[in-house]
């Protein structure tokens, strides 16, 4: 296993190549897409579908396209989230918003790029690969990031503003919005690495209660976070009239539910063979974190 840094290198020494890879972008295209692709972020998803390859001995050069096109789906979804139509903000990884900079038809063309460029990385890769590995991977990804995961749970975001929030209708954004983003890498990761279907089921546990404790945080962070730190917008939540956990059982309790998802996060990596303490531990740090 490796440090978290190091999973990070690898993903930024070749996520703009591997973007470049696909053939004669349109200059003005790729310029935008590359404005937030190498914006930074933590680059979460990646480095967890890394370790989680690596959890299970799986070969982490195969890993790195999926890794990396997890990582344009994340872009192109936050590139989308902060237009006017949808959260309509100014400042996202510390800079300003792609919409600010290139406008908003560029925006959505970038956004729309990444997202079938990932889709291309991935099916050209399992092509490669020449087993169903890679192909269930990528199916497991498109299917999270897609209509009955992230869409799905971004459309409840968007529609539910302003309404009464239920733990329902914030359980159902929090599971796909963010969560089912989260279980991705761990899913693909472990497909990739050859996984049981039993250790893929122990893993999409894991990543799902990851998921909710992430976006917990968030929710917290949007509340008593520092928009320096963490490279964007604060406060714009409760603004909004949106459905998230601190609206519906307060901070005291969010913090506690939080708490309560790592644990169950870190029992099921307790099913699990390999070198699972990366995992854990990632699962746990979710907890302090301040970006
Ligand atoms: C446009 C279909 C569509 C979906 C948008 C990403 C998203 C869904 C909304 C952004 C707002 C939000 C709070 C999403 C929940 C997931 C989340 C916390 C995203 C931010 O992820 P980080 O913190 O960001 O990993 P970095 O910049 O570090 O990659």
Known sequence: MKTYAEYLQMVETVLSAQLASLGQIPEKLFETMDYSLSAGGKRLRPVLLLAACDTLGGDLSEALPFACALEMIHTYSLIHDDLPAMDNDDLRRGRPTNHKVFGEGMAILAGDGLLSAAAELMLRAAVQMGDLRGVRAAEAILRRAGVTGMVAGQVMDVTGEGSTPTLEKVEYIHLHKTADLLTAPIEAGFLLAGATDEQVKAGCAYGMHLGLAFQMVDDLLDVEGESAVLGKSIGKDAA????????????????????????????????LPGETNFLKTLAQSTLNRVQ
């Not at 644990?263 to 099921?268: D, G, T």
């Open 240 to 271: 909004a009239g949106k459905l998230t956990w601190v609206a519906v059982r307060g901070a005291e309790q969010t913090r506690d539910d939080a708490k309560e998802q790592v644990r169950l996060a870190v029992e099921a990596m307790n099913m």
